[in-house]
């Protein structure tokens, strides 16, 4: 499966933005599916993770309550909403997915599919 991340920007802190990722190359919904970020001198982190058909989520303790990932299988797309956007929440941000690899077992790293990233810059 080939993944493509979009909806990067730059927004001032405590503003919204909704990253999507398009799936393609395979059935979709046969992959759990996640979303990872980058902050430049960091080492990558997990942001957060939903099952096949979306009846798991799973975050990062530094985004809950401001994130929610969700998925239409119809189109092929998961998405990430990002609300309370805060400067540490700026990184590239990237798609991921897998076919055996639990959401839970998503910040473990070892996902066989990643996109090319999209940038959040968030300003103070």
């Known amino acids: 499966v080939q993944l493509q991340a979009s909806g990067g920007g730059l927004v001032q802190a405590g503003g919204s933005l909704r990253l999507s990722c398009a799936a393609s190359?395979?059935?979709?919904?046969?992959?759990?599916a996640g979303w990872f970020r980058q902050a430049p001198g960091k080492e990558r982190e997990f942001v957060a993770a939903i099952s096949r058909v979306g009846a798991t989520r799973y975050y990062a303790d530094s985004v809950k309550g401001r994130f929610t990932i969700s998925r239409d299988n119809a189109k092929n797309t998961v998405y990430l909403q990002m609300n309370i956007l805060k400067p540490e929440d700026t990184a590239v941000y990237y798609c991921?997915?897998?076919?055996?690899?639990?959401?839970?077992?998503?910040?473990?790293?070892?996902?066989?599919?990643w996109g090319k990233g999209t940038q959040v810059t968030v300003s103070s």
């Open positions: 190359g395979d059935t979709f919904s046969t992959y759990n």
């Open positions: 991921a997915a897998d076919r055996t690899l639990s959401p839970v077992s998503f910040p473990d790293g070892g996902l066989g599919y």
